[in-house]
Structures are given as C-alpha cells and as structure tokens.
C-alpha cells in the first residue's frame, strides 16, 4: 500500500470570541485522499473549524498548513485559488439561474454572474459542466431554474459548483441535513464518487451516513477532539457516549 502524505495539518488552532474558546488548540491532521467526517454535540466548534480552514474567521493563535502553504497568512479568496472548496449548512445558489449556467458561472474563469454573460462558452467549459451535472445527479435537468429544484437537488447543485474548481480539499457542512432518506442514500455515493482523487472533510449527524462514507472520524467537544479513529473505536469511546452519542 502506498504510504500516506498529508495534505492538511492543523496545529494548535484556537479561536476566542469574547474570551469564550469555541476552538480550544485543536491539532487535526488529513491525508491525501481522504475522507474525514467530523462530529459532535451541537456547539462543539465543528463549523468554527471549517470556518478557519476555508479563511472566514481568522485564528487567534495556531497554525493551518494545506500543502506547503500557511492559510492563516491567506485571504478568503486566496484560500480558494490553492484548492479549498467549502459548502455552508444553506445551499447559496443563483434561484434565477438555470442549473446549467450555475455550473458554468462557477467555473474559475467565469466566476462573477456579469462576467459570464459576456463569456464566450468554450467546449471546455461545457463538457465540464456536463460532466459535472453528471456526477452531482443533475443530469436531466439542465435548463430549469434552480429554485424549481428540490431542497436535497439545491445541495447537490451547491457541491456541483464547487467542483467546477476542482478542489484538492472540499469541506461540506451538514450536506444531508432535510434530505429524504432516498436523497441521504444517493448523496452518500455521490460523496465516495467525488471523493475520488481529493480530499474532503464532512460534518454530519447522521450515524448511518457517517458510518457509510467515513474513513477516519474526529469528535469534537467544546473546540477540542476527544476521540480520533474509525467509526467502530470512536462509537465505542466512553467519552463520546457520554457527551454525544448516548444523548
Ligand atoms: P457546531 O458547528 O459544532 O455546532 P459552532 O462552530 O457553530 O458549533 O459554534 C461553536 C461555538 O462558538 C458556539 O458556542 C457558538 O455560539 C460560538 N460561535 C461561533 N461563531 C461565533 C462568532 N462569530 N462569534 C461568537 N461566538 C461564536
Ligand atoms: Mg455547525
């Protein structure tokens, strides 16, 4: 087997609000490829994190190392150009907009909506867009309004766009959450289908969808990981029963 290469390693990371600690010295480290699901009680600091990976919230101490770049030292915008791609909780679409053309928006030469009117499609651009619908399950519906899809179709759309930029690290945030039981399902293979070649980190509450998709699974608590390893080690870690999983 291939030995293991990190991409992202996250050292000390804290971040006060007011005083309060919502990410407590956090040391976390992901490999190339892999597929890491983040879970914990309500309040644990889970998309503080993501936050603080993808720029949004700047560290108050500690270091986030992606591939040989500091992104504590980085802009938002900047962050996105080395390969990190982030979904918040909402799906943030263009409802206006065809399920096509909210593809093709995202692609990185295309980025703003008036930019893209003038854009000239290039093939390139179209047969990624295409290949794209076709792995996020959207397909069939390539010319209607996005805000005519329905609520687990938005999501998809929304981790669609963000694989217009292919990203060497994608962060989702809750993705199943009021999704249908048939639409959990398919997203869990759509995530091991996308997964392939990048590395992603999934925040999730769903125990079945956790145990489905993950490779490694971190529990945090009050801005700290209390447990690290596979599904089975951290569903029978006592601590994590008693302040998450036994609840
Ligand atoms: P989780 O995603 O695990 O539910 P969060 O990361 O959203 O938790 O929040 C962790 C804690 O940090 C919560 O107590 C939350 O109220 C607090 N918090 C998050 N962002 C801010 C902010 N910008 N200002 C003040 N407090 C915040
Ligand atoms: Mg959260």
Redesign the pocket.
């Known amino acids: 087997m291939a030995s293991k290469e990190l991409i992202l390693s996250v050292e000390d990371l804290t971040?006060s609000?007011?005083g309060?600690k919502?990410?407590d010295g956090l040391n976390f480290y992901l490999d190339k490829d892999e597929l890491r699901v983040?879970i914990?009680?309500?309040?644990?600091?889970?998309?503080?994190?993501?936050?603080l990976i993808c720029g949004k919230?700047k560290a108050t101490n500690g270091r986030i190392r992606f591939k040989d770049k500091e992104l504590t030292k980085l802009s938002e915008h900047q962050i996105v150009r080395e390969g990190v791609g982030r979904k918040f909780q909402t799906p943030s679409i263009y409802e206006n907009l065809s399920v096509f053309q909210n593809l093709e928006v995202s692609f990185p030469k295309g980025r703003s909506v008036f930019g893209s009117i003038a854009f000239k499609r290039s093939e390139l651009v179209t047969e990624r867009v295409r290949a794209v619908a076709e792995e996020v399950l959207l397909t069939d519906v390539p010319d209607l309004e996005a805000g005519l899809l329905s609520h687990g179709q938005k999501q998809w759309l929304e981790i669609g766009m963000l694989l217009m930029q292919d990203p060497e690290l994608l962060m989702l945030?809750?993705p199943i959450a009021g999704m249908s039981v048939r639409e959990r399902e398919l997203t869990a293979q759509l995530l091991q289908r996308i997964c392939k070649g990048r590395s992603m980190i999934v925040?999730e509450h769903d125990m079945d969808f956790v145990k489905k998709i993950a490779d490694k699974v971190t529990v945090?608590h009050q801005?700290k990981v209390i447990a690290e390893g596979s599904m089975d080690k951290v569903q029978a870690d006592e601590k994590v029963i008693d302040v998450y999983l036994g609840h």
């Open positions: 971040v609000f007011d309060f919502a990410v983040v914990g009680p309500n309040g644990a600091g889970k998309t503080t994190v993501l936050d919230t945030d809750e925040i945090l801005g």
